[in-house]
Nanobody
């Protein structure tokens, strides 16, 4: 079994910062891309940022220059540094990992349970 656990969400004022963390554990053979997604009330889940195992990153236009994604391959962890937060960043943030549980398996997507980020004064 594979588990992805997020942490670091909370309430922050506009202009503030938060760091989200994601730890993958369990029967993991190899992790490929990882990413952060978010879903605001009444909206579809959207991609925030992704990072390949080689460190190549991609960001949604709405967060470019404010958010930074990083990962530690040896620890199966990933982080999202969020600066200059805006009320429109309020959402549940989900960790995603595309991984294989064994050399015989195909890559599959796994998701964390989500962590709430609220940006409000």
């Amino acid at each position: 079994q594979v588990q992805l656990v997020e942490s670091g969400g909370g309430l922050v004022q506009p202009g503030g910062s938060l760091i989200l963390s994601c730890a993958a554990s369990g029967s993991i053979f190899r992790i490929y891309a990882m990413g952060w997604y978010r879903q605001a009330p009444g909206k579809q889940r959207e991609q925030v940022a992704t990072i390949t195992s080689g460190g190549r990153t991609n960001y949604a236009d709405s967060v470019k220059g404010r958010f930074t994604i990083s990962r530690a391959n040896a620890k199966n962890t990933m982080s999202l540094q969020m600066n200059s937060l805006k009320p429109e960043d309020t959402a549940v943030y989900y960790c995603n990992a595309n991984l294989r549980v064994g050399p015989w398996s195909n890559p599959e997507d796994y998701w964390g349970q989500g962590t709430q980020v609220t940006v409000s004064s």
